[in-house]
């Protein structure tokens, strides 16, 4: 299936119009057409178009799962080598990011990232855009009792 076929199978089960979506778009109807004639829709565009018409596009590996997006940190890459281990924050996803939840912490915020092999760590961010990683089970934990919120046992 093409793009262009994509896009008009969800037009009509969405019940909404080309010249709707054109609009959404950000051009005109003229342009959306000659797009999808020529099938020149980018993968952006195609994945806009498809959530406007209530669809969305996911990418799973054979078992079904699907493909995580690595290398999301907030910060500057940080890599450290820990028990003959890389654990590299732009190879990894991020999953929390927050202020430092210890008073006595030096680090303006936290990040808890899980890479390919689902290794979790901890990448401890300075105020200067430097910073450490830790993938000790201990600061894992800490980092994970912090995200749980009272509102979050209700």
Known sequence: MTS???IRSALIKSGKTQAA???????TRQNLNIR???GTLTYNELEKALSFLGHRIM???DDGQPLRHYGNSTGPRLTRRIGGKVYDTSK????????SKDAGSVAEYEELYVDAAG???VAYRLPNGKGSISAEPAAVEVFK?????PSAHR
């Open 36 to 38: 999808l004639r020529k």
């Open 92 to 99: 990894a996803s991020l999953i929390e990011s927050t202020a």
């Open 119 to 121: 290794r979790e760590f």
């Open 4 to 6: 262009t076929e994509i």
């Open 59 to 61: 990418v799973l590996d």
């Open 145 to 149: 009792r912090g995200m749980i919120t």
């Open 21 to 27: 979506l054109a609009e959404f778009m950000g051009c």
